[in-house]
């Protein structure tokens, strides 16, 4: 293997040295982490990752390798999306040997296929330490004479980037969705066709005044919310329209800013596969996958009432409206990576679709 | 409210320390919420049964009879069956009616649910209604049956028995002939079997899930078995996280666990294993354990969620998000850990102790203990795991002695086996198609071999070193490929600034701040996660159980870290067993789950420069670290290292007897087999052998002749510069006398004299021990008593120690003395309500507060603490008792006299009281003259005796009645055979001709038999008159607490 030097310099000044793998060549982004043990590729295809080095905690990455890869409109494989979303890379161990039935090639190839740099051999727990200390911090993938400079992805609209430029048809049901596409991951696409419907994907700006739908899904994606004005603004129609909508992620923040809530920055981020959020109605507590470090003030006003309350910080993780059928939550339904024990709420939203 | 617990007994093959965990957690956590606790466990040894943790402890047999009585005394409201193992579900599964009729409510999981778990056939109906997919099987009552049933199903299939405990009876076949024997044994155990497919090379996967009331439900941990189906997984190594799976598989055998667990009703904690094909997508579940196992135990430790403690917990009608994380202190117990390290857990054998055993490892388990590496990289937390074993290597690759390698790879020392494989350039196809285990494990192994060969080299270089290191190779072999000293190795990566960083397991990899204890080193870090402020003392834990070494070194340490706590100390753990108690994360200030090695230890010391190290606690181990660790200027608590090495040096000792006068006997090192003759032939045989070469195989021997001690010597392996053999006069006959004491600057604080029941030759650990000495005289009472004194001011010991002594004709001489706590100091702390080890540890601390008033050793009642052996799934392992020690636990019961303590405690390791018949076969005339007495007692008792035709003959010459049962391989009725096989012998009583002969014949047949087929099996004279005698007695068998013994 070619090994070379390389390493992570971050914007407060901590430089990490490790080796460099797949393609070598040096990136810039906001540096995140998430301390999910297993979907590697389910996380480095999420739109929402977009813009991000990601630091997986875990230690050893790469062991199950990489199945045959489709293309960016198939629904095929572990993959969130057609392409790797993530600026880079960052582990501890890459594993060069990978052992899989479903495998077709290492990580490292993968990467190398994809254009993106990684960097290994980083102690990821005092990383994640530093990180969650910060929550968010700029950083860069740096190679012996090849600098870059720091990019603040914040700075321009990465749902644009990620979103759909055309409209795609899934499926074959009686229920029409829409799916209001800001960086939606494959997976809540599938879970939606699984269950008979079809689907119609629009990018994020689309005007969903002129779509015949029955129900709207405002999808996950990456950056600030804030960013989204005109996504904001098509789910306020949405809404005025009063279908159903069901907000994922930043879908749940784009719906509460869409219903004249707000949103903040938490302390310390949600971004792993082990959060307890507790379901206000039932008592029960699922164990849901995240990634986000905003959140919606727990301030909901007159018309909307708390659904989900994380069990650990007992921050917002889900709102619903008191009369009309609008609900988001700020986890993510479809796992992928991650549990599946909230799955049950594409069943709740597509029964309250007509 | 009142709780009943039922514990789990003695440690044994299957059952072991993992329930003392789960045990003291569940107690703890009932403690918190005010209930009241009663716990029925006859198991001494554990923690769990000392007054801090349950408010009633009874000391008594966990069978049906006992503990309706103790219900019927105690009125429980409610009963925990969970926490307990296999013998406390199967004890309340047989309780079914007692418990309705005495209004006692079953905790969290219900009978009938446990039922479904352990019935296949229930279970494989239930996971139908669902559609969850389980092995193909059928099951049968009877050999008949299952002979024709297997050619439906094809061979090889798997024999399962229903109440399995450890996989006892169940196995793989592969013919018809082989299915024959195994039904056979199987019907011994149990009334229903099941044949099922078999599902060779398939993953085995494990999780770990907890559920409430309110029906939230999550998977705390999954696992991964190195070996696939087919393999016990108390006999795989395991790792966790999984590494293998994928996302999908993940969360899919995730799913279904759940769903299963729901399905079922299990409320509290379980554990699911799964069958995974490796080459599609396709998947079984293999069973459900609707308790607290050894995989609970292990996925509390790899996380640090305390399982058990939620469990007892979510009993009490808590639910899941209301708990709090008590690792973190601010997160709920409602989530699952994220993992930022890998654990591997590496089972320890202890074949080599067993004559004839099979050494093939398969789906029965015969490992005894366990330890738990962590690392940041698989290779880092394997290797620690191999030097975590104790077994004498560095790591995977080593240069353990092995036999022809096809044959190794299925044995116990499979792992090395696969090291000398790569080492010879075997593909990693080949060993997954001999092994089956996953390519990914096989590939990072072969890195390691690789890695060795690079270091192959007098200067490393800093990077290599620094990927040695984070590869989990030790600086001993390092220094040893390198052929440096393992000083030097230290020093040069000191100074190139490699040293290893203390991290946290914080059940949430960092994510958020956490403020847990539970510490580990890893070379793939850099910084520290914790501060080194306050110092404390360092208690150096027991290691793996094993044979030998136990759960009884967990109650000194944890004993030992209280009594530090309690003098305000900041107290600090090592150990590598997750077994344990002392490795729960609130049982000291800082837990290191770490290797018991002087590196390791070193290490240790120089992040957290502790006032002092206790070594006096966890056993050798620990005990052997004492000079090389003062030499390091580690400071020592307790007696000096230097006179350690003064008992501990054979000479040195001996010399220090002679110059006090005191008797031992006679003994020589010798260096050639010619001298080891001589001297043998000196002083007369019998003669103990103890080579110093052995690196596999019986340490130990008694040789009566030349020709058997040269036999022995062969077998062990040979003389060679620098080695000898010890060899010591064996006195026939003699009783042997445990001596346990606390001194303090040489003046003895407190102390107990114990009396082993059986002849001197029998190992103590496998000895029968009266507490107090009851039948030796008052004259060697005093005489042990001035002797040990003698010793303890010679030797200036300050802590615990032990002393052995033999007693024949009125001479008391000392065999063995350790400075350390022995085996035996829970049993007499518990039998005189003393804590030996706190009066040793202020000791230590030179805080003495002056010796124990005599008084204190006059007791009412009379302890008697009884083996307990796991022959019955050692395949064809010899079970007999010798100067070599077998036992895998123990179990100590009071009484108003020695009949009953006795009786109880016997019945408490399992032995079922004969009602008719006894069958007794004696080697040897002597024997049968020193058993005349005895045999006619139980013949006076009425029993219907049976005997082999030699000593059939010598009872009828002496006028008892008894049938000539012939010998297994006469195959003529009546035969032996025949009869135990159809539970017509009730005992069987079968003398050898003597102590350590290797008897190849039918004596050997007929105790395997025994066992085999479940019959309670006695090899020893003395145990024999004891039970005959016990017997004539009919004493009461009381249902006494223990505060009640002790008054």
């Known amino acids: ?354 | 409210m009142k709780v009943l617990l039922l514990g789990s007994g003695a440690l044994k093959i299957g059952e072991a320390g993992e329930f003392d965990y789960s045990g003291s957690q569940a107690l703890k956590a009932l403690k918190e919420e005010g209930v009241k606790t009663v716990l029925v466990n006859p198991n001494i040894a554990t923690i769990q049964t000392g007054r801090e943790f349950a408010d009633r402890i009874y000391f008594l047999p966990v069978n049906r009879e006992f503990v309706e009585r103790i219900i019927r005394r105690e009125k429980p409201d409610g009963i925990l069956l969970g926490f307990g193992g296999q013998t406390a579900l199967n004890c309340g599964v047989s309780l079914e009616g007692v418990l309705d009729r005495h209004k006692v409510r079953v905790l969290v999981t219900p009978l009938k649910t446990i039922k479904e778990t352990e019935d296949r056939a229930l279970f494989v109906a239930k996971l139908a209604e669902i559609g969850v997919l389980t092995p193909r099987g059928v099951v049968v009552t009877s050999v008949k049956r299952g002979m024709a049933a297997a050619s439906s199903l094809g061979f090889p299939l798997m024999v399962r028995v229903s109440y399995d405990l450890g996989g006892r009876g169940s196995g793989v076949v592969r013919d018809l002939a082989e299915l024959q024997i195994k039904l056979e044994r199987a019907f011994a155990f149990s009334k229903r079997v099941l044949l099922e497919e078999y599902l060779h090379g398939w993953k085995e996967i494990e999780y770990e899930v907890v559920r409430d009331g309110r029906d939230n439900c999550l998977t705390v941990c999954n696992m991964e078995n190195l070996d696939p189906m087919g393999f016990h997984t108390g006999e795989s190594a395991v790792v966790a996280p999984t590494q293998t799976l994928t996302n999908f598989e993940y969360h899919e055998l995730r799913r279904i666990a759940i769903q299963v667990v729901r399905h079922l009703g299990v409320v509290g904690e379980c554990n699911i294993q799964f069958a995974l094909d490796p080459y599609r997508w396709d998947y079984r579940v293999i069973e459900v354990n609707a308790r607290l196992s050894r995989s609970s135990a292990l996925a509390s430790k790899a996380t640090a969620y305390p399982l058990a403690y939620v469990a007892a917990k979510l009993a009490l009608g808590k639910t899941l998000p209301e708990l709090k994380n008590s690792v973190t202190g601010v997160t709920t117990t409602c989530f699952e850990p994220a993992l930022d390290y890998i654990v591997c857990k590496i089972p320890r054998w202890d074949l080599q102790k067993f004559r004839r055993v099979e050494s093939r490892i398969g789906s029965e388990m015969k490992s005894v203990g366990e330890v738990m590496g962590i690392g940041r990289s698989f290779e880092e937390a394997f290797q620690k795991a191999f030097r975590m074993l104790e077994i004498g290597v560095d790591g995977f690759v080593s240069d353990f002695k092995l036999g022809p390698l096809a044959d190794e790879l299925r044995t116990d020392k499979r792992f090395f086996a696969i090291a000398k494989a790569l080492r010879l350039g075997w593909p990693v196809s080949k060993l997954r198609r001999i092994t089956g285990i996953d390519p990914w494990f096989l590939e990072r192994m072969k890195g390691l071999v690789g890695m060795e060969e690079r270091l192959r080299q007098k200067r490393p270089p800093r990077p290599l070193l620094l990927q040695a290191k984070r590869a989990g190779f030790s600086d001993a072999r390092i220094a040893a490929l390198a052929g440096r000293k393992e000083a030097s190795v230290r020093a040069l990566r000191k100074k190139w600034g490699i040293v290893p960083a203390v991290k946290q397991m914080d059940t949430l990899a960092a994510e958020y701040p956490a403020r847990t204890n539970y510490l580990y080193l890893t070379y793939h870090e850099t910084e520290d996660d914790v501060a080194f402020g306050e110092r404390g003392v360092l208690v150096l834990g027991s290691g793996p159980y094993r044979i030998g070494s136990s759960v009884e070194f967990d109650w000194c340490s944890v004993s030992c870290v209280r009594s530090l706590a309690a003098q305000g100390r900041k107290t600090i753990v090592l150990n590598s067993n997750p077994e344990t108690v002392s490795t729960d994360y609130d049982m000291s200030d800082r837990l290191y789950f770490e290797e018991m090695t002087l590196e390791r230890v070193l290490d240790v010391c120089d992040k957290e420069r502790p006032d002092g190290v206790v070594v006096s606690m966890g056993g050798q181990t620990p005990n052997n670290l004492a000079v090389p660790l003062a030499r390091n200027g580690v400071r020592i608590l307790g007696t000096a290292p230097s006179d350690i090495v003064r008992a501990e040096d054979r000479n040195k000792f001996s010399a220090l007897l002679d110059r006090h006068g005191v008797e031992q006997p006679e003994w020589k090192d010798l260096s050639s087999l010619r001298s080891a003759r001589a001297f043998a032939r000196a002083i007369g045989f019998p003669v103990l052998i103890r080579p110093s070469f052995v690196l596999s195989g019986s340490a130990m021997s008694v040789a009566f002749d030349e020709s058997g001690m040269e036999r022995f010597l062969a077998k062990a392996g040979s003389f060679s510069p620098g080695q000898s053999v010890i060899i010591t006069k064996f006195i026939e006959g003699a009783k042997e006398i445990e001596f346990d004491g606390v001194a303090a600057q040489g003046e003895l604080l407190c102390y107990a004299i114990g009396e082993h029941i059986e002849n001197a030759g029998v190992h103590s650990g496998d000895a029968t021990i009266i507490l107090p000495a009851q039948r030796i005289h008052v004259q060697a009472h005093r005489e042990v008593r001035l002797i040990a004194k003698t010793i303890a001011r010679a030797l200036r010991i300050t802590g615990p120690f032990n002393i052995q002594f033999i007693a024949k004709d009125d001479r008391i001489k000392v065999i063995e003395c350790n400075l350390r706590a022995s085996r035996t100091f829970p049993f007499v702390s518990k039998t005189y309500g003393v804590d030996f080890i706190d009066i040793a540890t202020r000791a230590m601390l030179g805080d003495s507060t002056g010796p124990v008033h005599k008084s204190l050793f006059e007791t009412d009642a009379i302890a008697i603490k009884a083996p307990q052996f796991s022959f019955s799934r050692l395949k064809k392992a010899d079970p007999i008792l010798t100067v070599e020690m077998a036992s895998t636990g123990e179990v100590a019961c009071f009484g108003r006299s020695v009949h009953e303590a006795f009786l109880k405690a016997i019945v408490a390791t399992g032995f079922r009281i004969p009602r008719r018949s006894v069958f007794v076969s004696i080697k040897g005339d002597v024997n049968r003259v020193r058993s005349l007495d005895w045999i006619r007692a139980l013949a006076a008792l009425g029993f219907e005796m049976t005997a082999t035709e030699h000593t059939a003959d010598f009872l009828r010459r002496n006028g008892i009645a008894a049938e000539r049962l012939f010998k297994i391989h006469e195959s003529r009725e009546p035969n032996v055979r025949t009869r135990l096989q159809g539970r017509r012998i009730d005992l069987v009583i079968n003398i050898p001709f003597s102590y350590d002969r290797i008897e190849f014949d039918d004596s050997y047949e007929i105790r395997r038999m025994a066992v085999d087929f479940g019959v309670p099996l006695i090899t020893n004279i003395q145990l024999a008159r004891l039970l005959a005698e016990a017997l004539a007695a009919k004493p009461e068998l009381e249902v006494r607490a223990w505060d009640e013994y002790l008054g």
């Open chain 1, 1 to 354: 293997m070619n090994r070379r030097r390389a390493s992570l310099v971050l914007e407060d000044g901590h430089v990490f040295e490790g080796e460099v793998f797949g393609e070598a060549r040096p990136a810039a982004g906001e540096v995140v982490f998430n301390t999910g043990m297993a979907g590697y590729p389910e996380s480095l295809t999420d739109p929402s990752y977009s813009g991000q080095i990601l630091v997986l905690t875990y230690p050893l990455i790469g062991n199950y390798g990489v199945p045959p890869g489709t293309g960016p409109e198939s629904l095929d494989g572990p993959f969130e999306s057609g392409r790797v979303q993530v600026a880079g890379l960052i582990v501890s161990s890459l594993c060069p040997a990978p052992s899989h039935w479903s495998s077709t090639r290492t990580l490292d190839a993968w990467l190398r296929e994809e254009n993106v740099a990684g960097i290994q051999g980083i102690p990821t727990r005092t990383l994640t330490k530093i990180l969650r200390e910060k929550g968010t911090m700029l950083g860069k993938i740096v190679l012996p004479g090849r600098d870059t400079d720091f990019f603040d992805p914040d700075k321009i609209n990465l749902v644009e980037r990620v979103s759909t430029k055309k409209v795609l048809s899934y499926g074959s049901g009686r229920k029409r969705i829409a799916l209001l596409d800001c960086g939606a991951k494959n997976n809540i696409i599938r879970c939606l066709v699984n269950r008979g419907v079809t689907v119609l994907r629009v990018p994020w700006d689309h005007d969903l005044a002129s779509l015949d739908y029955d129900g709207l899904v405002i999808s996950n994606g990456p950056g600030n919310p804030k960013m989204c004005g005109r996504a904001v603004e098509e789910a306020r129609k949405a809404m005025a329209r009063g279908k159903p909508i069901f907000g994922i992620c930043l879908g749940n923040q784009i719906l509460a800013l869409a219903a004249g809530l707000d949103t903040y920055k938490l302390k310390y981020g949600h971004r792993s596969q082990n959060q307890p959020c507790l379901d206000t109605r039932t008592g029960r507590c699922p164990i849901t996958s995240q990634n986000h470090g905003y959140a919606v003030k727990p301030e909901l006003g007159p018309d909307w009432e708390a659904w989900f309350v994380n069990a650990n910080d007992g921050t917002n993780e889900g709102i619903r409206h008191k009369r009309l059928p609008f609900r988001a939550v700020q986890f993510h339904p479809e796992g992928a990576p991650g549990p599946r024990d909230t799955e049950y709420l594409f069943d709740e939203f597509l029964e309250a679709v007509k």
